[in-house]
C-alpha cells in the first residue's frame, strides 16, 4: 500500500495529478478512497499564518497519500473559526454552507466512482464535519474523520510532545511542530517566547477565544521542533491503516466517526 515518492514530491496545497493517475490508481484497488483536508483562515498568533489549520491538514493528507494509494483531494480553507472573530484576517463560512460543501463533494465523488471519503480535520472547531459523517454512514455511505483524539494522542506521545492535548489549544507545540517541519518558511520569530496556559475554556463557544488569550495563543510553542512535526506526521500515517482498512473492507465499515483539535 505505498506511495509513490515522485507523487509525494509533486504535492504542494493543491496535488498535481492527472485524471490518468486518478484513473491508474482506481485501476489498483477494490474501494477507491479520497481524501479531503479541511482546515480554516483564523488567527493563529503572531508567528503562524492564518492559514495553519489548513496547511496541517495538508500536511497529514500529504502523508496518508505517500503511505496509501488515496485520491488527494485540494484543502477547503475557509471554514467555521467563528470563536476567533475578535482578530482581524480571520473569515468563517457557516457550518450549514461546510456541511453542504462536504456532502456536495462526497457525492461528486460517488457519481466518478470514488465510494469512500476522510475528512482530515485540521480545526477544532468544525464540529458540524462529526455530523456529516454520522449522516452519511446512517446512509450507508462510506465516510470517515481522521485525526480522532486517540490518533492525536498517539502522534503526541509518539513525538515527545510534552504539552498535554487539554493545554495545547491553539498555535502551541503541535502546530508549530507541524509547520517547522512541513513549512519553516511560513514560521516567524516569536513562538520561542509566546507561551500561554489557560486550561479552563468551559465557555469558550459563549465567549470566544478572546476571553481566554490576548495573543491567540494557547498553549506552548516554545517547546516546538522540526522533528517532532516529522514524528508527528508518521504517527498519523500508521493511525491511518485502520481506517483505510476499514473503509476499503467488503464488509463497509461499521463507525467511522472521529474528531479533532484545532
Known sequence: MSGSGIRSAAYGLVPADTTEDVRTRGAGVSTQVAVLPVGSFEQHGPYLPLAT????????????????????????????????????????????????VVRDIAASLRRSGVEALVLVNGHGGNYVLGNVVQESSARGERMALFPAPEDWETARVRAGVATSLLTDMHAGEI?????????????????????????????????????????????????????????????????????FSMLTSPDGPTGTAGAVRG
Do not use: N, Q
Not at 484543502?75 to 467563528?82: D, F, L, M, N, Q
Open 53 to 100: 489549520d489548513t496547511l496541517v491538514a495538508c500536511a497529514i493528507a500529504r502523508e496518508i497519500a505517500t503511505a496509501y494509494p488515496v485520491h488527494l483531494l485540494p484543502p477547503v480553507t475557509i471554514a467555521c473559526s467563528h470563536e476567533h472573530a475578535a482578530w482581524p484576517g480571520t473569515v468563517s463560512i457557516s457550518s450549514v454552507t461546510l456541511h453542504a
Open 175 to 243: 502546530e508549530t511542530s507541524i509547520l517547522l517541519h512541513a513549512h519553516p518558511e511560513m514560521v516567524r520569530p516569536g513562538y520561542e517566547s509566546a507561551d500561554f496556559v489557560a486550561d479552563d475554556r468551559r465557555h469558550l463557544l459563549t465567549v470566544g477565544m478572546s476571553a481566554y488569550t490576548d495573543s491567540g495563543v494557547i498553549g506552548r510553542p516554545s517547546l516546538g521542533s522540526a522533528e517532532k512535526g516529522k514524528e508527528l506526521l508518521a504517527g498519523f500515517a500508521d493511525s491511518f491503516g485502520t481506517y
